[in-house]
């Protein structure tokens, strides 16, 4: 089991593929997929089996 399992609604998250998306806060996460809206993407949905997405914790990393 990742650690996208443990992503919450309201987290915020980067995309290491996609470092231009920019910030992204979670919307959802069921099933292995964590939908979140990206600053300069939008909203996508990602599979997390695939895609270890990086949880956001501290305002430096913004």
């Known amino acids: 089991m990742g650690l996208g399992s443990l992503l919450e609604p309201g987290m915020l998250v980067r995309h290491p593929q996609k470092p231009d998306w920019g910030l992204g806060q979670v919307q959802s996460n069921v099933a292995g997929r964590v939908t979140v809206n990206f600053e300069h993407a939008g909203k996508q949905v990602i599979m ?9 914790f501290t305002p430096s990393e913004r």
């Open 48 to 56: 997390i089996e695939h895609v270890d997405l990086m949880p956001v």
